[in-house]
């Protein structure tokens, strides 16, 4: 559903310093670098693995995660990990990661509807693997858990599980599960509705919804996951998450249809 990036290019000089160090940090000084894309610039491929930059604290977490949603999802396998002090005197540290086979299921450009629905049903079903997974001690709860599922046992969220941070293959199987940057421990209903939220409400999806391949994706994921069956306080929970989530990057306008869908749909304010 979400549009896919140019593929990656990095000539030398537009590898900022950081990236250059972590890398040196690991020894691995003569491997080319090459971004992967996305908002913050964590993610750089390095030869045939990944390195994944970030601060300390929060990149440990991600391993403890990883570790945990390896029983039942495929993500990467960490390598190595290392801290180091960047060009701005900040603590960083750095892991390098396998680079998984397969592609993300938002690449829908040769593909056709009934491939992208098959590809959103096995999407769809890494839900319930994940609500399987106990959360590793001392992870972070989500926020504002709605009052009716305050006593739902936790399971493992991811929080940001779309056809970007999903892989798969070509013959269909779902081959790795990447960034557990925003993951907490929760009601497994709320990674549904934090999923359908992203795949329904997002602005960079919106002109997506009639195109052919991408309302397959979404059917298949939606069939899969249950979507239909998710409660209004899960669904109100997501849009709040989202209007906090995107906050800083879109001008208010630019997200009143979640704002509306809230009030107009759910019947419940902001």
């Given at each position: 559903?979400?549009?896919?990036?140019s593929?990656?290019?990095?000539s030398?000089s537009?590898?900022?310093?950081?990236?250059r160090?972590?890398?040196?940090?690991l020894?691995?000084?003569?491997?080319?670098?090459?971004?992967?894309g996305?908002?913050t610039?964590?993610?750089?491929?390095?030869?045939?693995d990944?390195?994944?930059i970030?601060?300390?604290a929060?990149?440990?977490?991600?391993?403890?995660?990883?570790?945990?949603?390896?029983?039942?999802?495929?993500?990467?396998?960490?390598?190595?990990t290392?801290?180091f002090?960047?060009?701005q005197?900040?603590?960083?540290?750095?892991?390098?990661?396998t680079?998984?086979p397969g592609?993300?299921?938002?690449?829908?450009?040769?593909?056709?509807?009934?491939?992208?629905?098959?590809?959103?049903?096995?999407?769809?079903?890494?839900?319930?693997?994940?609500?399987?997974v106990s959360?590793?001690p001392?992870?972070?709860?989500?926020p504002?858990?709605?009052?009716?599922?305050?006593?739902?046992t936790?399971?493992?969220?991811?929080?940001?599980?779309?056809?970007?941070?999903?892989?798969?293959?070509?013959?269909?199987?779902v081959?790795?599960?990447?960034?557990?940057?925003?993951?907490?421990?929760?009601?497994?209903?709320?990674?549904r509705?934090?999923?359908?939220?992203?795949?329904?409400?997002?602005?960079?999806?919106?002109?997506?919804r009639?195109?052919?391949?991408?309302?397959?994706?979404?059917h298949g994921?939606?069939?899969?996951?249950?979507?239909?069956?998710l409660?209004?306080?899960a669904?109100?929970?997501?849009?709040?998450?989202?209007?906090?989530?995107?906050?800083?990057?879109?001008?208010?306008s630019?997200?009143d249809?979640?704002?509306?869908?809230?009030t107009?749909?759910?019947?419940?304010?902001?």
């Amino acid at each position: 559903m979400l549009t896919m990036p140019s593929p990656p290019r990095s000539s030398p000089s537009a590898v900022p310093v950081g990236a250059r160090l972590a890398a040196a940090t690991l020894g691995l000084i003569r491997e080319p670098l090459v971004s992967l894309g996305g908002t913050t610039g964590s993610a750089w491929a390095c030869g045939a693995d990944v390195l994944r930059i970030g601060n300390p604290a929060d990149l440990r977490r991600e391993v403890l995660v990883m570790q945990a949603a390896s029983r039942a999802v495929p993500v990467p396998e960490v390598l190595a990990t290392a801290e180091f002090i960047d060009d701005q005197q900040r603590p960083r540290a750095v892991l390098l990661l396998t680079r998984l086979p397969g592609r993300p299921a938002a690449d829908l450009a040769d593909v056709s509807p009934a491939r992208a629905h098959c590809w959103g049903d096995v999407c769809g079903h890494l839900h319930a693997a994940l609500a399987t997974v106990s959360p590793p001690p001392g992870l972070r709860a989500a926020p504002a858990v709605p009052t009716s599922q305050a006593s739902a046992t936790h399971s493992l969220l991811h929080l940001d599980l779309h056809p970007l941070n999903v892989l798969v293959t070509e013959a269909g199987d779902v081959s790795g599960v990447l960034d557990w940057a925003n993951a907490a421990a929760g009601p497994a209903v709320l990674d549904r509705a934090r999923t359908w939220s992203i795949l329904t409400l997002a602005p960079e999806v919106l002109s997506l919804r009639n195109e052919p391949r991408s309302k397959a994706l979404l059917h298949g994921w939606t069939r899969s996951a249950g979507f239909e069956h998710l409660p209004t306080a899960a669904r109100a929970w997501a849009c709040r998450f989202m209007l906090d989530d995107l906050a800083m990057r879109y001008p208010a306008s630019r997200l009143d249809h979640i704002r509306q869908y809230l009030t107009d749909d759910l019947g419940v304010g902001t």
